[in-house]
């Protein structure tokens, strides 16, 4: 019975404590456990051919885009697990899915206590702050370009959910890539943003996936969703 003790207290605290907000959801590892700047090379200089290449693909999108891609754009600025509805269907809800929100409120609390210090070293600047061309249709951001956050989370986000609902693994994983891509179709990042934060998001989905603590929350989480669907 001991082997499930760490399981039932999860629950237990799942099931008596109030829902938990955004802002109070504790990661669960921090750059201490994995530093991204020991694994990902640093970002191109700001006047090298590589970066003046990335600004003329931000600039080639910005023109192609349609209302419709800027709304899809727009509407994944949200760095949440409900971006993935459409893909989960119309059960996948933050009201009916309460132990498994608090989860992945944690999930992105922890892009964040990762991804943000490396931002802090490399000082990327955005598109915007080196070309006055680019014009972003999503929220500006005068934080590190390198590697991107919402890509990392996306990733993440995807991985995790995959594992819980293998059998829509392609189709989530393929909405993972398209919330990564609609950073550089808002215009806030560089394809190499995007790249970097979907190796940065395996990374720490890897390591997650590794810890006890993660796995016996991710179980919990994983009932209620395959439960709240039907599966």
Request: charged residues 25%; glycine residues 6%.
């Amino acid at each position: 019975m001991k082997r499930f003790a760490p399981l039932a207290a999860v629950v237990l605290l799942l099931v008596a404590s109030p829902a938990v907000r955004a802002e109070d959801a504790q990661p669960f590892v921090t750059n201490k456990d994995i530093d991204l700047t020991m694994i990902l090379p640093p970002p191109p200089a700001n006047d090298s051919a590589e970066t003046k290449a990335e600004l003329g693909e931000v600039l080639k999108v910005q023109v192609t885009r349609t209302p419709e891609m800027e709304a899809r754009a727009k509407a994944d600025a949200e760095e949440d697990v409900w971006r993935f509805a459409d893909v989960m269907g119309p059960k996948f809800t933050r009201e009916t899915l309460p132990k498994f929100s608090a989860f992945f409120e944690r999930v992105a609390a922890t892009e964040g206590a990762v991804v943000d210090p490396a931002k802090d070293v490399w000082k990327r600047p955005r598109p915007h702050q080196l070309s006055d061309l680019v014009k972003p249709v999503v929220k500006l951001s005068n934080s590190g370009s390198w590697p991107s956050g919402h890509a990392t989370v996306g990733t993440m986000m995807g991985i995790i959910l995959s594992d819980m609902v293998p059998e829509k693994r392609a189709e989530i994983m393929a909405r993972a890539a398209e919330y990564a891509h609609n950073r550089v179709v808002g215009g806030i990042h560089y394809p190499s943003d995007v790249e970097m934060g979907k190796i940065s998001g395996s990374v720490i989905a890897a390591v997650l996936l590794s810890r006890p603590d993660f796995k016996a929350e991710f179980e919990v989480a994983r009932s209620e969703l395959r439960s709240d669907l039907g599966m």
